[in-house]
């Protein structure tokens, strides 16, 4: 199949509301949203194409909700993507980031979103628990100082953030610090605004 022969990524919109047919809970949505934003952030730092790894982003973990174990998402989703004919390349990125599927992270797309996933979710904690409840002031200092303690977000798998940022070749806390900056472009959106909108 050549490059001409790829059906076009879908809108934007039409992405978004096909998530939301098959996500109920806002947290997820938001947890997609933030990842979305974060792979736009880096297909633009790259000279990359926004659309394509945006929509990566934000279709990444649309059929958790219906496949909640790593045994099935992401790869009973994926037959669902190809139904409704989004990209091969966006698939096998989807795929690429669960470690069950057997799908190698490849291209920096696929490497970008395997380190912008599990981190928005620590940075979207670290954010919650701040007086102002805001990505505003939130500097990559204080998603350190709270990294440190394994108590908080203990569910977070630290290790795994460390090695996926190495994969993508990046330094942890620059992404950390660029994660929070593609973020605060939507804060409104996830709700992190707080006491400084």
Request: hydrophobic share 45%.
């Amino acid at each position: 199949m050549t490059r001409d022969e790829i059906i076009p990524v879908p809108a934007r919109e039409e992405a978004l509301a096909f998530v939301r047919e098959y996500v109920k809970n806002e947290g997820l949505v938001r947890h997609m949203l933030c990842v979305e934003a974060a792979m736009r952030f880096y297909a633009e730092k790259f000279g990359a194409d926004v659309e394509l790894w945006g929509l990566t982003g934000l279709l990444h973990d649309f059929d958790w909700e219906i496949h909640p174990t790593i045994e099935e998402h992401p790869s009973l989703g994926a037959p669902i993507l190809e139904q409704h004919g989004v990209d091969p390349v966006i698939v096998r990125a989807i795929l690429s980031h669960g470690d069950n599927t057997g799908v190698t992270r490849d291209s920096q797309m696929e490497k970008a979103l395997n380190a912008c996933d599990e981190i928005t979710g620590l940075i979207t904690a670290v954010a919650l628990v701040r007086p102002s409840r805001s990505l505003y002031d939130l500097e990559a200092s204080s998603v350190k100082k709270k990294w440190k303690d394994r108590a908080f977000a203990a569910g977070t798998d630290r290790s795994g953030m460390e090695l996926a940022a190495a994969e993508f070749g990046i330094d942890l806390w620059e992404h950390v610090g660029n994660v929070i900056t593609a973020m605060r472009h939507i804060a409104p959106e996830l709700g992190l605004v707080g006491t400084l909108g």
